[in-house]
């Protein structure tokens, strides 16, 4: 091994924080491409199921509670695909994979919102994998990702509550709410289950990434994580988890769970979930009608620039 690598490794070894500066393997760079510009493009079509309601929220209140969460998400897209700009990869590059298909995000947005109980499911399921997920990637190995998370870690917590609440008042509200509230329950625990990603033993990335510290759990460990919380939030609520198979295991101390459709979350992850067509299609739209707003900034920054330069002679 060569003294970079060697050098690399101590850092990894020692829990000390590598560096957009720093000799990284180019294995870990691509890795860390991936992964982060799959969570910010994640974040940035996770605001389209959301944004579906905006208008349509039931008070002023909620309204603008949930205005100001799908703005938390663009600024969450921000910081992740700053991020990624430091090891190396442009905006643009990035959002070139979106549009062609090159980079995924996650499969939970290919699902439709049917309902304004799907906000709370949302939240409180959504939001509240995206945290299990995320709060151990305030400890992950690349410095700037990790910083990222921390700040985007505190707002998905306020929206996880927020969910919560909102399923709170359904179900204890009318009769029709109720069952509104256990609709979208029966309609977000699987998918929400999946977005922790493929079983341990059919995560082609799982192993290096847990050795690079890059991901400091498994996917199976923070989706068994999830359930035994999610299980007795769901009995907070008074409403059913929509798995017959659900048990408390005495001896494991968490609880099993039935069978995941694999090839529902395959199909998802492939292409055709749902809504994957209309997500890609409006996230490019939204790309091509901002295209003149990109453009303004540009001139406005290089013409800043030209004048700053221009006053620096003056004053040589
Ligand atoms: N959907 O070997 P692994 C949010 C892909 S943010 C689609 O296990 P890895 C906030 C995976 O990319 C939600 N694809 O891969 C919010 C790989 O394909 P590739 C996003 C998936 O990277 C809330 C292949 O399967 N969070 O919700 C999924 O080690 C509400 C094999 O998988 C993050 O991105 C999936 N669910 O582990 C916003 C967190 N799972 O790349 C709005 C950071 C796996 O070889 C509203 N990411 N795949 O073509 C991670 O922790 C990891 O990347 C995993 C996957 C755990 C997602």
């Not at 509240?128 to 985007?152: E, K």
Request: charged residues 30%; neutral net charge; hydrophobic residues 40%.
């Amino acid at each position: 091994m060569d003294t970079l690598a060697k050098h690399f490794e101590e850092k990894i070894n020692n829990e000390v924080t590598i560096e957009a500066k720093d000799w990284l393997p180019d294995n870990y760079r691509k890795t860390l491409i991936r992964q982060i510009s799959q969570h910010a493009h994640s974040e940035i079509v996770g605001m389209l199921p959301e944004g579906n309601w905006i208008t349509r929220a039931p008070s002023l209140r909620r309204k603008a509670v949930l205005l100001a969460k799908v703005q938390d998400e663009a600024g969450h897209g921000l910081y992740l695909y700053s991020a990624a700009e430091t090891l190396g990869i442009s905006r643009d590059e990035m959002m070139d994979q979106l549009h062609t298909g090159k980079a995924k995000y996650s499969s939970i947005f290919n699902y439709p919102t049917i309902s304004w109980a799907d906000m709370g499911a949302i939240g409180w399921l959504v939001d509240g994998a995206a945290i299990m997920n995320q709060v151990p990637l305030c400890r992950t190995s690349y410095g700037p990702y990790a910083r990222a998370m921390v700040r985007v870690c505190k707002e998905e917590s306020f929206h996880q509550r927020q969910g919560f609440e909102i399923m709170l008042t359904l179900s204890n509200g009318s009769e029709v709410q109720r069952k509104m509230a256990q609709d979208a329950l029966n309609r977000w625990w699987w998918p929400s289950i999946m977005m922790f990603g493929p079983p341990d033993d059919n995560s082609p990335h799982t192993a290096q990434s847990v050795r690079w510290r890059i991901k400091r759990f498994t996917n199976d460990e923070l989706r068994q994580k999830f359930v035994d919380i999610g299980v007795e939030q769901a009995k907070i609520l008074g409403l059913e988890v929509p798995d017959k198979d659900l048990k408390w295991n005495e001896e494991r101390g968490h609880y099993d769970f039935g069978v995941i459709n694999w090839d529902e979350f395959w199909n998802v992850v492939k292409g055709n979930g749902p809504c994957n067509k209309q997500r890609v299609e409006t996230r490019k739209k939204a790309w091509d009608e901002g295209k003149w707003v990109r453009d303004a900034a540009t001139a406005y920054a290089e013409k800043r620039k030209a004048r700053a330069a221009e006053s620096t002679m003056k004053a040589a």
